[in-house]
C-alpha cells in the first residue's frame, strides 16, 4: 500500500495543511523545514488526524541536508511513495531594484530546492512508481510587475515538472505541479525585497483570498488523485490562465497598466 509522503515546508502554512490532509488518510510522513518548532506543531497535528510519522530539520538549499532526509525516508518509512516540494519564500521589487542576491536566495531556494528535492529523492521515488508533486505559484503563469525573480523561480519550478513528466511518465511515475495564486499564510515572513510598498500590497492580496490553505491542501488532494498534472486550485487563476491561452496580449497589456498604476502609487524618493 503507497502511504508514505515527503514535504518541505512542512512547519507551517500549505505544507502543513498538505501533511494534514493526506495524515487523514492514515499516511505516514517525513516532515522537513527549517522551522523545528513549526515541524513539531505539525508532527503532533499530523498524529491528532490520524497519521504518523518524523521530523527532520532540512535547508533545501542544502543538496547534502536532502540526501540525508532521503536516507532517512529509506531507513524509517522503508520509502517514499509521494514526494511534496513545498519550501519557497516570497520576493518582490521592480527589476531595476532587485540586486543580484535577491536573485540568488530566490532562485536557490524556490527553483533549485525543488531541483535538488527531485534529484535527492529520484532513486526512492522511481522504486516505488510514485509520485511527485511540485509547488510553484500563479506567478509562474501570468508573470504580474514587480516580483520578477519570484516569476522566474516558479516558472522553472513549471518547466522542471513538464521535462520530469515527459522523462518519468514512462518508468511510471507521476508528476504535478501546482500553481496557486495568492492564499493566507505565512510566506511573507520571509519575504525580501528593496520596496516596503510592495510587501504591503503582496499581504493585502494574501488576504484577500478567497479560499484558504486548507482548501487548497483537500484540492490538490483530489486533483492528485484525478491524474491532472498542472492543478490550479484558484477559481480566479483558472480563468485568468484560460484567458491568457485564448489571447495573450491582452493579458500583456493589462500587466502593463498595472506597472502604470503601481508606479503611480509608489511615493517619490
Known sequence: MQNRMMITGAGSGLGREMALRWA?????????????????ETLEMVRAAGGD????????????????????CGAKLGGIDVLVNNAGVASGG??????????DWQIAINLMGVVKGCKAFLPLIRESRGT????????????????SNYNVAKAGVVALSESLQAELKPQGVNVHVVCPSFFQT????????????MKAQVSKLLEASPITATEIA????????????????????????????RDPQVIYDEMAAMTVKMLSKKKPD
Open 24 to 40: 487523514q488518510e492514515g499516511w505516514r510522513l517525513a516532515l522537513s523545514d527549517v522551522n523545528e518548532a513549526g515541524l513539531a
Open 53 to 72: 510519522g518524523f521530523t527532520q530539520r532540512c535547508d533545501v538549499r542544502d543538496y547534502s541536508q536532502l540526501t540525508a532526509l532521503a536516507q532517512a
Open 94 to 103: 521592480f527589476f531595476e531594484e532587485l540586486s543580484l542576491e535577491d536573485w
Open 132 to 147: 511527485v508533486i511540485n509547488i510553484a505559484s500563479m506567478a509562474a503563469l501570468m508573470q504580474a510587475p514587480g516580483m
Open 186 to 197: 505565512n510566506l511573507m515572513d520571509s519575504f525580501r525585497g528593496p520596496t516596503p510598498s
Open 218 to 245: 483537500d484540492y490538490i488532494y483530489r486533483q492528485v488523485a484525478e491524474g491532472v498534472f498542472m492543478i490550479l486550485p484558484h477559481e480566479q487563476g483558472r480563468m485568468a490562465w484560460e484567458a491568457k491561452q
